[in-house]
């Protein structure tokens, strides 16, 4: 007998994997971290492109400041008048922009330290007078008297040179600046001179090309004191000071020791480098404040000097500057030795012959 009987089977369906939604998921991420750098990066350029843009504007208040001081400069008003000195209504948050906003504002004032403060921590609104410095620029032209150094004409290794009372006159200039030597005086004045022959104690292309990195002497004016640096035997602290962001101001860092650079005494005073003493801009005519022609104390004539001098200010006046032409500083004018004989044809003025000349000539007034 047989059984017709089916069998029934029964098909398991096939296992779902979930690679796809992983990959999905991943891709997801990485767009929206993508979306999200970028985003950043946008905002971040978008932010550099305002300060930059406030970078240029800072930049061209700046400017207006110093296209307002050339004005003024330049006007041929009184300088007596304008306040050069100290004067806040003039320099002081000068407005440029005006946005209303006071982050869009726009302001510059010019400033200055006091110089008598000795811990020069106070400012003033106002200009400081560049033509009380020496002028790097204008030594190699000046006019220098040569007479204390006539009989320096022989060199060290014997050879005479010409040239040397006035090389010597040059470097008695920068001899007064604190921490100069000859050596150094001698570099910067080969360095500022128009040609490749080294002074007694000097350096020119030979030894700078001879360094680690060679570069060649300027030998013509600077534009900048910072140029120095590149001079042998300048460092930052000749020419700087403790003055190293040079504001002109004795800030925390500036009066610490060692304790943060600069290297400072911590002394509570701001020792200033050749930069307070040194300028290459400086111009001033031969003028007064009132447009009329100075009087030279050094010229030649003295009976011109004399008469100058009696109508400018008073005979008293004149006779002591004569006289210290004629005689120096000696008490006794007697007692001095003349360097040619006593003239046979006197020119008396003020009780002093002038025809005898004069003796010496006045550096400083």
């Not at 040079?246 to 701001?270: F, K, M, S, Y």
């Not at 004629?326 to 046979?344: A, H, I, L, Q, R």
Request: with cysteine; charged share 30%; aromatic share 6%.
């Amino acid at each position: 007998m047989k059984s017709n009987s089916h069998i029934i089977r029964t098909e398991t369906p096939p296992t779902r994997r979930g690679s796809i939604l992983v990959i999905v998921l991943v891709v997801v991420a990485l767009l929206s971290l993508g979306a999200y750098t970028f985003s950043e990066m946008m905002m971040i350029e978008a932010q550099a492109t305002g300060m930059y843009g406030r970078q240029v504007q800072t930049r061209a208040m700046a400017d207006s400041g110093v296209e307002l001081v050339s004005a003024l400069l330049g006007d041929s008003l009184d300088p007596r008048d304008i306040g050069l000195y100290h004067d806040p209504d003039q320099f002081r948050a000068v407005t440029v922009i005006d946005g209303g906003n006071p982050a869009l504002s726009g302001r510059f004032s010019v400033v200055a330290p006091i110089e008598a403060d000795p811990n020069y921590r106070q400012i003033r609104f106002g200009l400081i007078d560049e033509s009380a410095r020496i002028n790097l620029n204008a030594i190699l032209s000046m006019e220098l008297d040569t007479t204390d150094f006539e009989l320096d004409t022989v060199t060290d290794d014997g050879t005479e040179d010409l040239d040397l009372p006035m090389e010597l006159a040059q470097r008695e200039v920068l001899m007064g600046l604190p921490g100069m030597t000859e050596e150094i005086a001698d570099c910067i004045l080969d360095w500022l001179d128009d040609d490749d022959d080294v002074r007694e104690l000097g350096a020119e292309l030979d030894y700078y090309d001879g360094l680690g990195v060679p570069y060649s002497p300027r030998n013509g004016p600077i534009a900048s004191l910072d140029e120095l640096l590149k001079v042998k035997g300048v460092d930052s602290w000749l020419l700087y000071g403790e003055d190293a962001n040079r504001n002109g101001l004795l800030d925390p860092n500036e009066d610490d020791g060692d304790a943060r650079p600069p290297d400072d005494d911590a002394d509570g005073i701001l020792t200033l480098g050749w930069n307070s003493l040194l300028t290459t801009t400086a111009r001033e005519i031969n003028l007064r404040a009132d447009g009329e022609e100075r009087l030279n104390v050094n010229q030649g004539l003295l009976t011109e000097l004399y008469d100058a001098l009696v109508e400018e200010f008073d005979e008293d006046t004149a006779k002591f500057v004569v006289a210290y032409r004629m005689y120096g500083s000696t008490d006794d004018p007697e007692t001095g030795d003349w360097p040619v004989p006593e003239p046979e044809d006197p020119v008396t003025k003020g009780e002093l012959n002038l025809a005898r000349g004069y003796r010496r000539e006045i550096r400083s007034v």
